[in-house]
């Protein structure tokens, strides 16, 4: 047996004591992540912009037994990226992951021209994402190690009306993460994870009013919890330092 089958079959938990950043943890796939992976022994830091949301999380993981932090933090600030990994450091000595979570569907046809809606998308989904990763890669180059992980969408991989901004976005985030995985040597791993349609908040933030039904008559029949997500991501981390999973889609069976 090599060293590398029993790292593959050992059952000892490789979650237990890591530090993952969390992007967009206030509610759905975020918090659903920190929840699984604080369960498991993670270290978690927490970052969205409703405070209230990012308090309550964290007293329920310590409650639980759980070790987490959080710091309001807007992803339109590339600042603000930088403060949420330091306080990873600063709290539990370095950082392990970034699950960059955080993202908006604004959703509508493209010759509606909502030009505002496009802009609030590209700067939270894609430059967002960018921040994320501008943010923890000196991180990671410094100390030799590390993980980034991207929630993309299933919208990138088949492309259907009122989702073309928004998939956009997300197959831009799909070609720098595939980039990254060729670039990173084995110095840290990059994953992207695509997600189907999921039972969240995301829905109910969707502006346009034809869109927001469409997808909520969808969700209602088909959707998949947010843990399916989690799952995905503990499963990515929790693979041995050599192995690297590059994409994930998750999606419900049901679904197109
Ligand atoms: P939610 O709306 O439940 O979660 C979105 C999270 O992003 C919230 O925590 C929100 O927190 C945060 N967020 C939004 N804008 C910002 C910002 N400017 N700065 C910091 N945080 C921000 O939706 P989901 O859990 O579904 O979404 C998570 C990810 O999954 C997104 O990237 C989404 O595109 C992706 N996805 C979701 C699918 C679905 O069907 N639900 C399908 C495919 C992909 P706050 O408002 O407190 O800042």
Request: proline content about 2%; charged content about 20%; overall charge neutral.
């Given at each position: 047996m090599t060293d590398a089958f029993v790292d593959l079959c050992t059952m000892e938990n490789k979650i237990k004591?890591?530090?993952?950043?969390?992007?967009?943890?206030?509610?759905?796939?975020?918090?659903?992540?920190?929840?699984m992976l604080a369960a498991q022994g993670a270290k978690v830091v927490l970052g969205a912009r409703r405070k209230d949301r990012l308090e309550d999380l964290v007293g329920r993981i310590k409650a639980a037994g759980g070790e987490a932090v959080y710091l309001v933090t807007d992803i339109k600030n590339h600042g603000d990226l930088v403060q949420l990994v330091h306080l990873a450091c600063e709290t539990f000595g370095r950082l392990d992951v970034i699950v960059n979570n955080a993202g908006i569907a604004r959703l509508s046809r493209v010759d509606a021209v909502q030009v505002s809606d496009w802009e609030e998308m590209i700067d939270v989904n894609l430059k967002g994402t960018l921040y994320g990763i501008a943010a923890a890669l000196p991180i990671f180059l410094k100390q030799g190690f590390g993980h980034i992980i991207n929630i993309i969408s299933t919208s990138g991989i088949k492309i259907v009306p009122l989702q073309g901004v928004y998939a956009g976005t997300k197959n831009a985030v799909r070609t720098i993460t595939e980039?990254?995985?060729?670039?990173?040597?084995?110095?840290?791993?990059?994953?992207?994870?695509?997600?189907?349609?999921?039972?969240?908040?995301?829905?109910?933030?969707?502006?346009?009013?034809?869109?927001?039904?469409?997808?909520?008559?969808?969700?209602?029949?088909?959707a998949i919890t947010p843990d399916a997500i989690a799952a995905a991501v503990t499963y990515a981390i929790s693979q041995p330092d050599h192995v690297e999973v590059g994409d994930i889609v998750v999606r419900p069976s049901v679904q197109d």
């Open positions: 004591g890591k530090v993952v950043a969390i992007t967009g943890a206030s509610s759905g796939i975020g918090e659903a992540t920190a929840i980039a990254m995985r060729q670039e990173s040597g084995g110095l840290y791993r990059v994953t992207g994870i695509s997600p189907g349609l999921v039972n969240t908040e995301l829905i109910d933030h969707i502006k346009d009013e034809a869109a927001r039904i469409a997808v909520k008559e969808k969700a209602a029949q088909i």
